[in-house]
């Protein structure tokens, strides 16, 4: 069965490093999503992505953060300069093409730890 | 506009125990509603989904229908086991594609 596939599966970072989260999205899917979720807390809506582009994104998705699509597979998150509160796990997700109703596929994570 | 709001929880059950979890919504349009699964350690699980209104989502012995008059759509499974601990999550997804979760309830069933 396809998967979204993250990596890494955990980063640990100094605070005021840059951090880079990839995501594979399964490959006939065309809207991209990244959540966060603060120690097993709720689920925080960062950004989705849609034709290459920002669809849509949340109070938390500042300056400090963008997301790119640097080519057909990849779906990155990066984080300039990380902050002690960074510190959650991280989810990919996506949806399929032309579904009006279906559900988001998520990836297994990654965790970021900002020391 | 669009929100969930779920039971509060932890919630603590002996194994066979009767499950509900309760999850309500706002919403614009006819949304559709999903209830996640997430293991300890693991990202999220769709575990049952409903379309429109009176359908009735089920999956792994778990059940949820959804109540446009009520606006909610509940959790149900009738007899937990252990391997049921985790903590689930319910979700719409609006009539654009924008997601909406709710704070998530955490279940430990007990043998």
């Known amino acids: 069965e396809p998967e979204v596939t993250q990596t890494p599966s955990h980063q640990v970072t100094q605070m005021g490093q840059e951090v880079i989260l990839r995501c594979v999205p399964i490959?006939?899917?065309?809207?991209f999503y990244w959540y966060r979720q603060i120690l097993g807390q709720k689920v925080e809506f960062l950004v989705s992505?849609?034709?290459?582009?920002?669809?849509?994104k949340s109070e938390i998705f500042d300056d400090q953060f963008s997301v790119e699509r640097p080519d057909g597979s990849n779906f990155t998150l990066k984080i300039r300069s990380t902050k002690l509160e960074d510190s959650a796990m991280y989810f990919c997700?996506?949806?399929?093409?032309?579904?009006?109703?279906?559900?988001?596929?998520f990836g297994e994570g990654s965790r970021l730890t900002v020391l | 506009g669009n929100s969930v709001t779920q039971m509060e929880g932890p919630v603590t059950l002996s194994e066979e125990a009767f499950l509900t979890i309760n999850c309500t919504y706002t919403?614009?349009?006819?949304?559709?509603l999903f209830w996640y699964v997430q293991y300890p350690g693991e990202g999220l699980q769709l575990l049952l989904k409903?379309?429109?209104?009176?359908d009735k989502g089920s999956n792994k012995g778990f059940e949820a229908t959804y109540r446009k008059e009520t606006t909610s759509f509940h959790l149900e499974k009738g007899s937990v086991q252990v391997s049921d601990s985790a903590v689930y999550f319910c979700?719409?997804?609006?009539?654009?594609?924008?997601?909406?979760f709710g704070t998530g309830t955490s279940l430990t069933v007990i043998p």
């Open positions: 997700a996506s949806i399929l093409r032309g579904t009006a109703t279906g559900e988001l596929f």
């Open positions: 490959s006939n899917h065309l809207y």
């Open positions: 992505f849609y034709n290459n582009e920002i669809s849509e």
């Open positions: 919403a614009t349009g006819y949304p559709s």
């Open positions: 409903a379309t429109k209104a009176d």
């Open positions: 979700a719409l997804r609006s009539t654009g594609n924008q997601f909406y």
